[in-house]
Nanobody
């Protein structure tokens, strides 16, 4: 069974850091771009970051640029999202997703990832940022 398994998340004060992990189960990570979405309460799910299969290219949305870092370890079949200088606006449910189709991968790096295009999702992890 193909799965993405998330870990990390939790509650931090503003300015704090968290690292989210997204590990594959049942398939190799090598051929997949991975995208991180987040969904704040009452808001639509939005793309936060994307990383290409070989980590040569990444995308960050403007609100997180300079504070979040996406990386991957294909040997460990895991993608990470390091989140620094967290703000209350960063709070929400974070999801990783994967798809191997070229047009989906292109949109991922362009910052126009559409959640409807992704069939493989992590279970989600909650991030709370409050004092």
């Amino acid at each position: 069974q193909l799965q993405l398994v998330q870990s990390g998340g939790g509650s931090v004060q503003p300015g704090g850091s968290l690292t989210l992990s997204c590990a594959t189960s049942g398939f190799s990570l090598d051929a997949y771009f991975i995208v991180w979405f987040r969904q704040a309460p009452g808001k639509e799910r939005e793309e936060v970051s994307c990383i290409s299969d070989d980590a040569s290219a990444t995308y960050y949305s403007d609100p997180v640029k300079g504070r979040f870092t996406i990386s991957r370890d294909n040997a460990k079949t895991t993608v990470y999202l390091r989140m620094d200088h967290l703000k209350p606006d960063d709070a929400g449910d974070y999801y990783c997703a994967a798809d191997g189709r070229p047009f989906v991968q292109y949109m991922c790096l362009a910052g126009t990832a559409n959640e409807a295009d992704y069939g493989l999702w992590g279970q989600g992890t909650q991030v709370t940022v409050s004092s």
